[in-house]
């Protein structure tokens, strides 16, 4: 089992940079594929980006790639979320997730066992 926990968000303008990060606790994380998902409210949870145990394979949503990038410390057990060229699209609740043997693609939300509490962010236009 993993516990997980995000941290920062915040308040950012249209074209700003934020950089999520993920603290979990257990002792094989490097077992756990990670994926962040965002909410936003009146919506379905989406995809944003995953990574394998091993970092050594990532995944990125349409609507994020070339702007968002996931990395993965297993040392530290930290995920991170770099995010780029922010959009008031972006903003959302982003949640920090993980699973250990998923039977869905690391794409489908519904792969993630574990998840975090969520960090609001917020992009100004």
């Known amino acids: 089992q993993v516990q997980l926990e995000e941290s920062g968000g915040g308040l950012v303008q249209t074209g700003g940079s934020l950089r999520l990060s993920c603290a979990a606790s257990g002792r094989t994380f490097s077992s756990y594929d990670m994926g962040w998902i965002r909410r936003t409210p009146g919506r379905e949870p989406e995809f944003v980006a995953a990574?394998?145990?091993?970092?050594?394979?990532?995944h990125s949503a349409d609507s994020v790639r070339g702007r968002f990038t996931i990395s993965r410390d297993n040392a530290k057990k930290m995920v991170y979320l770099q995010m780029n060229s922010l959009k008031p699209e972006d903003t959302a609740v982003y949640f920090c997730?993980?699973?250990?043997?998923?039977?869905?693609?690391?794409?489908?939300?519904?792969?993630?066992?574990?998840w975090g509490q969520g960090t609001q962010v917020t992009v100004s236009s």
């Open positions: 990574i394998t145990g091993s970092g050594g394979k990532t």
């Open positions: 997730a993980g699973v250990n043997r998923p039977l869905y693609g690391l794409d489908d939300v519904r792969a993630y066992e574990y």
